[in-house]
């Protein structure tokens, strides 16, 4: 049996808790199209609630009460509605005695305040009989709505330095939204989302260095990184694969600026990075010229560049 001492300390074993159970759903790189039986498994889901607790597990030992793990998203009994990045999900109201609604409600309020994520089930498009997964936070809620508003994000985030939690039950209770830190790193998910969406849109679904075309291998990449200043804005980036993201940022390769050509680091080639392009003539759009050129002006790429003599 696991014990914690403390809220911030069980707020901590049960985001590592869902941060594992997160890692084994995608383990082949997706969670769509799963078997109900490894939603059951997993102890996700069970029941017909709306909004799951899992009351059963030792991991609730030393917790503030019912903190959400789930929500099942069916479209059917609520006119939810879910985009890409969002997720409005509405109370329950129910037949069922108000203290069951009420619990469920305050479930993943408790969820939010602890800064957890929360995972959204629904059912696949295709096979209707499958399941997909998403992750989410509750980045807020509106009690004269009687609604919740979700951000999905990919993967589970950092969580919130122990100062940010609360110490009791009591303080628990009184959390209210998510902990600054995590509220930060879930809009900055959703302006990179909107980033690559943008991206996307100009330049077409398909890395600009090769033929990968799978939206979801694809990033949408900063020319003059945020860091320094670089816009969120498609003329200021590239459709880019984790590979070629990755060479562009360690300098290994080198876009002219009107994109008539590429070159290549002391030891790299073309076909060693499997590049497929001599330039980016084939795009639909062109980046900012003034912004790859901006870019190279930088201390770290004129220190890269020097050595390719």
């Known amino acids: 049996m696991i014990f914690f001492v403390g809220i911030a300390e069980w707020t901590q074993g049960e985001h590592r808790r869902r941060l594992e159970l997160w890692s084994a759903l995608t383990e082949t790189g ?24 899992d009351g059963d597990g030792s991991w609730n030992t030393g917790g503030p009460g019912r903190v959400a793990l789930t929500l099942k998203l069916t479209d059917k009994t609520y006119a939810d509605n879910a985009t890409d990045d969002q997720l409005d999900y509405h109370y329950p109201s129910t037949d069922r005695h108000p203290s069951f609604d009420r619990n469920e409600i305050a479930s993943v309020k408790r969820a939010q305040g602890l800064g957890l994520p929360l995972f959204i089930t ?121 590979n070629h993201h990755t060479a562009f940022d360690a300098f290994l390769l080198r876009i002219a600026p009107d994109c008539s050509g590429i070159t290549y680091a002391p030891g790299v080639s073309k076909s060693l990075l499997q590049v497929t392009h001599d330039d980016l003539t084939h795009l639909p759009a062109k980046p900012s010229a003034k912004a790859l050129s901006r870019f190279y002006r930088t201390d770290a790429a004129k220190a890269a560049f020097a050595t390719w003599v």
């Open 30 to 53: 997706t969670a769509e199209g799963l078997a109900p039986s490894t939603i059951r498994d997993m102890r996700l889901y069970a029941g017909q609630a709306g909004i799951f607790f």
């Open 122 to 242: 629904s059912p696949n498009r295709l096979q209707k009989s499958r399941t997909d997964v998403r992750l989410g936070y509750v980045d807020d809620y509106r009690d004269d709505e009687a609604m919740f508003f979700v951000t999905f994000v990919e993967s589970v985030l950092p969580l919130a330095t122990p100062d940010e939690l609360p110490a009791t039950d009591d303080d628990a209770a009184l959390f209210g939204g998510l902990p600054e830190q995590t509220l930060r790193l879930v809009q900055q998910r959703t302006q990179q989302r909107r980033f690559k969406t943008d991206v996307l849109n100009r330049y077409g679904e398909k890395c600009a260095l090769c033929d990968i075309t799978t939206p979801r291998l694809i990033q949408g990449a900063h020319l003059i990184p945020k860091s320094i200043g670089g816009a969120d804005d498609a003329l200021n980036g590239l459709p880019l694969c984790l």
